[in-house]
């Protein structure tokens, strides 16, 4: 009977089933993704973060603007804007990219905007420096290898930020060089992820030289737990690298929130939740440890990951899906 069967059949039948099942995933991904429209306000933006240099000093600001890669701020007198982890700190030899887990010390260096075409590189023991932004065209461009992705293109700043950056790290005259990443006209190369359990992720969620996506979030009241339960220090929100403290809700409420909303506009995903490592204990004022591994060491008692991944958890990584203006004070919805 099975062999009256034409073979034709079967694999029509096969490849429609496959087809039909292929578009019903499509479909599920559709509505899981489909903005909510019942919002419930939970808090407010109390602080915002950039960090115009991976692993470097913060900058504090009152409104940022939220694009798809991350926060940006406003446009000045000056006419430039830095955006979030525009900059990273590369190795001259293996062309990788450095980040505070292997030299603490990056978190003293501060990156702000001198006039429209020149940014001020400042950090303690260091006489300031002024460097030119590159040009795309500049035709300096630099492949480096970064911690979730093979490689991802920089543009090299040149010969004395080199120079300047390799005297702070390692009272050397190179070894680490400065790159730059012109978002204004994204080129998402291979961005792809090593780790089996970021694969699913789309380059549309990625920050510039950022760990995973563009916006990393965390609730003050977490942070408070946690110094309440620290043996010592009062820990700032600032050493978990948020570009948005939200004032408001119960600790780690944030675990649940699918949607968030800010003011009128702004709508970003809950993309995952963000595991801790030990740049975490870096006091960003000085670049020095705080002892004891704190206080990733307390977190750890009671906020191990039970994922894939073995590690501490504070705050939530963020998709934007709808960019615009925010600012401190902004009401905070969830969905
Ligand atoms: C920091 O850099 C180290 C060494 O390259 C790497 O193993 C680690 O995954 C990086 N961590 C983060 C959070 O980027
Ligand atoms: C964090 O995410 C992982 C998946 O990566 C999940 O297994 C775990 O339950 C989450 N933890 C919390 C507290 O939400
Ligand atoms: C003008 C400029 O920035 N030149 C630099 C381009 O990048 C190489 C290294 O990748 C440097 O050696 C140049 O100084």
């Known amino acids: 009977m099975i062999s009256k069967i034409n073979p034709f059949f079967i694999t029509a039948a096969l490849a429609s089933v496959s087809v039909s099942f292929y578009l019903y995933s499509l479909f599920r991904k559709k509505l899981n993704d489909k903005i909510p429209t019942e919002w419930k306000k939970i808090g407010k933006i109390k602080t915002l973060f950039v960090f115009p240099l991976k692993s470097g ?24 804007q830095l955006r979030d982890r525009s900059f990273a700190v590369y190795g001259e030899k293996d062309l990788t990219i450095k980040n505070g887990t292997t030299i603490p010390s990056l978190v003293t260096i501060r990156i702000s905007i001198h006039d429209e075409n020149h940014i001020t590189l400042d950090a303690p023991q260091m006489e300031t420096l002024y460097v030119r932004i590159p040009y795309r065209r500049d035709d300096n461009k630099t492949f480096i290898k970064t911690e979730l992705r093979d490689t991802m293109e920089t543009i090299d700043c040149g010969d004395e930020a080199a120079r300047w950056l390799s005297q702070k790290i390692k009272q050397a005259d190179s070894g680490y060089r400065l790159g730059y990443y012109h978002a204004n006209e994204p080129i998402w190369e291979t961005r792809y992820s090593k780790k089996p359990y970021y694969y699913i992720f789309p380059d549309s969620i990625s920050g510039l030289y950022s760990f995973l996506t563009s916006i990393l979030l965390v609730n003050q009241a977490s942070v408070n737990d946690l110094n309440d339960r620290a043996p010592v220090e009062d820990f700032p929100a600032v050493i978990f690298r948020p570009n ?17 909303k800010i003011g009128e506009d702004v709508i970003l995903k809950n993309i ?13 004022d000085n670049g020095i440890r705080y002892p004891e591994r704190e206080p990733l060491r307390t977190l750890s008692k009671y906020r191990l990951n039970k994922g894939p991944e073995k590690a501490p958890l504070m705050g939530i990584h963020l998709e934007v899906k709808k960019t615009g203006l925010i600012k401190i004070g902004d009401p905070i919805l969830i969905a």
């Open 57 to 80: 000093h913060f900058l504090e600001v009152d409104v940022a603007e939220c694009s798809k890669v991350g926060l940006k701020t406003m446009k000045t007198s000056k006419n430039l």
């Open 244 to 260: 948005i403290v939200v004032d408001g809700p119960e600790p780690y409420d944030e675990d649940n929130w699918k949607w968030i």
């Open 272 to 284: 995952k939740n963000c595991t801790r490592c030990v740049s975490t204990t870096i006091d960003p």
